[in-house]
């Protein structure tokens, strides 16, 4: 079942600072042991380079014990429809060189709370 992933993505693109693209974007994963984690888009006052949903939750699924990128089983992308910016394709790379064997999904949505 995603919906707990689903939820815990739209948390962190609930949480994702984004003032100056307007395009905020989470991220949820979970691990082949039931490790979960999540983060949030990041940009910075340079624009570039900003942390992406996908490296932030990376970094959370380190955090919280995550050994090996090959552990991870699904992946769950949750962005806003028609935004400056899509992190769908960028995060779909990213996954495909670090952990190929995920399940990737991506959830648009109409807006979310910033």
């Not at 739209?10 to 100056?20: D, F, G, I, M, V």
């Not at 940009?43 to 090959?70: C, I, M, R, T």
């Not at 999904?105 to 807006?111: A, D, E, G, I, S």
């Amino acid at each position: 079942d995603l919906q707990d992933l689903v939820q815990l993505a739209l948390k962190e693109a609930n949480r994702s600072h984004a003032p100056y693209s307007k395009s905020p974007a989470g991220v949820a994963l979970r691990g082949s042991a039931g490790c979960s984690a999540s983060g949030p888009y990041i940009e910075n006052a340079a624009f570039n380079p900003a942390v992406s949903a996908l490296q932030s939750s990376l970094v959370h699924y380190v955090v919280q014990g995550g050994k090996d990128w090959e552990d991870i089983r699904d992946v769950v992308l949750v962005q806003v429809e028609g935004c400056s910016i899509g992190h769908e394709w960028s995060t779909r790379m990213l996954l495909e060189k670090i952990a190929g064997q995920a399940r990737f999904h991506t959830v648009k949505c109409k807006r979310v709370r910033t």
